[in-house]
């Protein structure tokens, strides 16, 4: 079976450690090539193929579609560029891996997806949260009433100053000068589409598509400072959402300026015969499949199906898993559960959510998607 030749676009924070330092290792050369990497920044695209051993660096992303080598691409850009840059690729016949999220909005979202069903065009949207054993695990406990009667969830993030100190950040070369100004700024900044994003993966992944939002927003900081230099911050970073999950079932959502009530990436649930808080069922430890080598770990990434050996020594392990679910669909013929469907549900809602706060009324949800079984 031919080997699945990858275009990385971007060579920034997450195209070099989700993508290019994963790749290029040895143990997944017999699935995939490393054909292309594009990057606007001068010399960053050659510099990283010449680290990484990726046969052309491009200078513009254009070149990268045109070259025969490349059969799927991986978007590692800011996400103000993922439609039209999925869009491209899909019209160019090439099979898609979007970080998340994939588009800002959700008549993006559903344009891509058409485009790539009537081109027969694979599309895997990141983040993978239903591939973890303690997500599927969770969601069964609940259809089966751990809890009782379930009565609320909550999730979130708080973005800081987490992109700043970044290792890729801090050199001088330009594969360790990365700006991260991009997340502060309109469309696709934020916290809420950077990192709330996998929480409200797992929180619907768990409980099912919402019905209805409503909540607050607004932009904290109005200027960053990054090594000396400020910059303009127009992008929301203080939003409070609440979910309607239907049968007067709710959700607190949060991507706030600073602090965090709950586990990244893992909500909380409570109902009227306790509580579940990160992997603790009424302070007790849920058993879930692989969990004592994740706890030996620290971290579930170890139980991913393709994070083995040296791909569990680097960091963003959860975005190579989500590439390599594209490589096994596109050569292999497997969906993958990390679908489309359900990141455009995740998209509207935090769209919806910025329109209710703008305002002042809930509004409701239109898409929906398919959750994978519980485990």
Known sequence: MARL????????SIGIRGALEHLWLPDVQDRISLAAVCDPVPGRAQAAAEKYGVARACETYDALLADPAVDAVTLGSPIGLHYDQGLAAIRAGKHVHFN?????????????????????VRLVASPGQMLRPLNRRLRRMLQEGALGRLAWAATGAGFGAYHEHEGVRQGEDVLSNINPAWYWRSPGGGPMYDMTVYGLHSLTGILGPAKA???MSGIGLTEREYRGETYRCDAHDNTFLTLDFGDRVFAFVYGALA?????????????????IIGKELNGQPIDYPGKPEADAAGHDNVLLPH??????????????????????????????????????????????????????????????FEPVEGA
């Open 259 to 275: 602090g965090t009530l709950t586990p990244f990436g893992q909500p909380c649930f409570f109902g009227t015969a306790g509580q």
């Open 213 to 215: 939002v409503t909540g």
């Open 100 to 120: 998340k999220t994939m588009t800002t909005t959700c008549a993006e979202a559903t344009h891509l997806i058409e485009e790539a069903a009537a081109r027969d």
């Open 307 to 368: 994070v083995v050996g040296q791909h569990r020594e680097l960091g963003e392990s959860h975005v190579f898993e989500d590439i390599m679910q594209l490589v096994d669909w596109v050569r292999e013929g497997v969906p993958s559960i990390c679908t489309a469907e359900h990141a455009r549900h995740v998209i509207e809602i935090i769209e919806a959510g910025y329109l209710a706060a703008e305002t002042g009324q809930t509004q409701a949800l239109t898409t929906t």
């Open 5 to 12: 030749g990858i275009g990385v676009v971007g060579a920034g």
